[in-house]
């Protein structure tokens, strides 16, 4: 009687630590399931440029990120690092940065708001008779497009735009944008 109340004891015993042990198993395989879906709603694009003429060169590499808050919203930042060269009169590099917001008011439609900072460095070939450079230029670009998927087509305007010190050759610009 004796020994069959103490493998009873036991069983419940056993049974006690099984269930002790078992639910912070539960408990944990249940925190892993319930993942962030952050990721699900960033999406990556960019840009990369090459141009190349008479004794002239210029590279461009921009990538950017947004979050996709919904079907209407998304907001992000990119990076972006120019080298323009032309011989025998400059060497230019354009580091910087910009925060952007969009906004989709329709599927087709897609409304822009840009705002880059730029840092430009100029080393002027001696002969030119030019100082170098080394200066900090903002711009704000508003622009409208047509949204198909992931592609926008559009233009865009910077309304700070600054003939003598800006790194674009117009305050007007088309843009194709692609975000996956």
Known sequence: MKKKSLIIHESRMLMLLICLFSAPLFAQENNYSQKSDFWNHVRFGGGIGLSFGNNFFSGTLAPSAIYQFNRQFALGFGLSGTYNSQKNYYKSTIIGGSIIGLFNPINEIQI?????????????????????????????????GYHARNVTIGIRFDVLYDNSKST??????????VYF
């Open 112 to 144: 822009s708001a840009e705002f880059e900072e730029n840092n430009v460095s100029i080393d002027w070939d001696s002969r030119t008779g030019f100082a170098n450079e080394n200066y900090w230029y903002p711009s704000l670009f508003l622009g409208a």
């Open 168 to 177: 674009y050759a117009d305050p007007w610009m088309p843009f194709v944008r």
